[in-house]
């Protein structure tokens, strides 16, 4: 029996753009294109009706940008995927995105074949971590100084973690997937699924990305 094909929201206020994503992602067997909005006003009722897996989100938009949507998306009990794709790649705007809760961050001049491949990466659970994207998000908080709340947070929060739960954190926040954190632990990838589950309840996160920023913010200063 096949497998469902993973169902996909387009979030973009440009007619065009959404018309270019629609063309070149149905051209992928297993992508169905469920839906298209103008706004992030319009995701959450959009979400209602449709059920996206995953949502290709935009960052400007005239009502509601796509990171205050990617936040109210996030707030569900159920929530989708949201890979942000935007012609900004702002340092801000990236880390911003993550600790909305994306799973992954593209810009619009990305291969197409890309994002495909992220669309299913992140459906799949794992989040689209580019050595791009996390060397501009090791810089955003390395470049922050003096006293700060969030560095003093993240590190209290990681204190709560076994050794082997802060070993798989570690590895998450450089990127690495299940299988690569299972080949350099020497554990199963089932195991760090378990791993995975347990710290973002420990951490109180949403997701893996989340995971990663928590990492890089209680490393300031080290």
């Not at 012609?87 to 880390?95: A, E, M, Q």
């Not at 992220?118 to 989040?127: D, L, M, S, W």
């Not at 199963?188 to 995971?211: F, P």
């Amino acid at each position: 029996m096949d497998a469902s094909p993973i169902r996909v929201l387009i979030v973009d206020d440009d007619a065009l753009v959404r018309a270019g994503l629609t063309m070149m992602l149905s051209g992928a067997g297993d992508l169905e294109i469920v839906g298209d909005v103008a706004d992030g006003a319009e995701v959450v009722p959009a979400v209602n009706a449709h059920r996206p897996d995953v949502v290709l989100m935009d960052v400007r938009m005239p009502r509601l940008d796509g990171i205050a949507a990617t936040e109210l998306l996030r707030a569900r009990r159920e929530p989708p995927e949201i890979i942000i794709l935007t012609t900004f790649d702002t340092d801000d705007h990236i880390v911003r995105a993550m600790r909305a809760g994306a799973s992954g961050f593209l810009l619009k001049h990305t291969p197409p074949q890309e994002i495909v491949r992220a669309i299913r990466q992140v459906a799949a659970g794992e989040p689209m971590l580019s050595p791009a994207v996390l060397r501009k998000m090791m810089a955003y908080v390395a470049d922050r100084t003096g006293p700060d709340p969030r560095r003093e947070r993240a590190r209290a929060l990681l204190d709560r973690l076994s050794d082997g739960e802060r070993a798989v954190a570690a590895l998450v926040g450089r990127g690495r997937t299940n299988g690569e954190i299972g080949a350099e632990l020497a554990l199963s990838v089932a195991t760090v699924k378990a791993y995975v589950s347990r710290l973002l309840t420990k951490l109180e996160l949403n997701n893996r990305v989340q995971i990663a920023l928590l990492v890089h913010d209680a490393a300031l200063g080290e």
